[in-house]
């Protein structure tokens, strides 16, 4: 039972982190509405939790050839992994910002950041209650 715990918290602990990243990128994307021949970002979130979580086969991206090598900092997407918005409509200043769409992602990621934190208190919740329960016995 621990160690499904575990591997829950884990695998949650990573969505926590990937969403996190997520929102500073629609943030940057929001704070830079107004930066001419600015470059929407994104990332793919399910082949980055897919990645984070081990998921991926080993065939799926490139192999790093010593310790450091290719590898991102902690907690951070590689440019590799990191996706362009597609404009959704022509600008003079080539930004391919859409506020909507931006607003829209920023809502969304959110809630989902919440969700997750909750479920993570949920779980430690019901396992202090059971070890509470079990030592009462």
């Given at each position: 039972?621990i160690k499904?715990?575990?591997?829950?918290?884990?695998?949650?602990?990573?969505?926590?982190v990937?969403r996190?990243?997520?929102q500073?990128l629609?943030?940057?994307?929001?704070?830079?509405?107004?930066t001419?021949?600015?470059k929407?970002r994104?990332?793919d979130f399910?082949?980055?939790?897919?990645?984070a979580?081990?998921?991926?086969?080993?065939?799926?991206?490139?192999?790093?050839?010593?310790?450091?090598?290719?590898?991102?900092?902690?907690?951070?997407r590689?440019?590799?992994?990191?996706?362009?918005?597609?404009?959704?409509?022509?600008?003079?200043d080539?930004?391919?910002?859409?506020?909507?769409?931006e607003?829209?992602s920023?809502?969304?990621?959110s809630?989902?950041?919440?969700?997750t934190?909750r479920?993570?208190?949920?779980s430690?919740?019901?396992?202090?209650?059971?070890?509470?329960s079990?030592?009462?016995?």
């Amino acid at each position: 039972m621990i160690k499904q715990l575990t591997d829950t918290l884990n695998f949650q602990t990573q969505a926590l982190v990937l969403r996190s990243e997520r929102q500073r990128l629609i943030a940057s994307n929001i704070a830079n509405a107004d930066t001419p021949g600015y470059k929407a970002r994104d990332m793919d979130f399910s082949r980055a939790l897919k990645e984070a979580t081990g998921s991926l086969g080993a065939n799926s991206g490139m192999a790093a050839t010593r310790a450091g090598h290719i590898s991102p900092p902690a907690g951070a997407r590689s440019d590799a992994q990191m996706l362009y918005g597609a404009p959704s409509q022509t600008n003079l200043d080539n930004n391919s910002v859409d506020m909507d769409r931006e607003r829209a992602s920023f809502a969304d990621n959110s809630i989902k950041y919440e969700a997750t934190l909750r479920f993570i208190n949920g779980s430690v919740r019901t396992m202090l209650d059971s070890m509470k329960s079990h030592n009462a016995s």
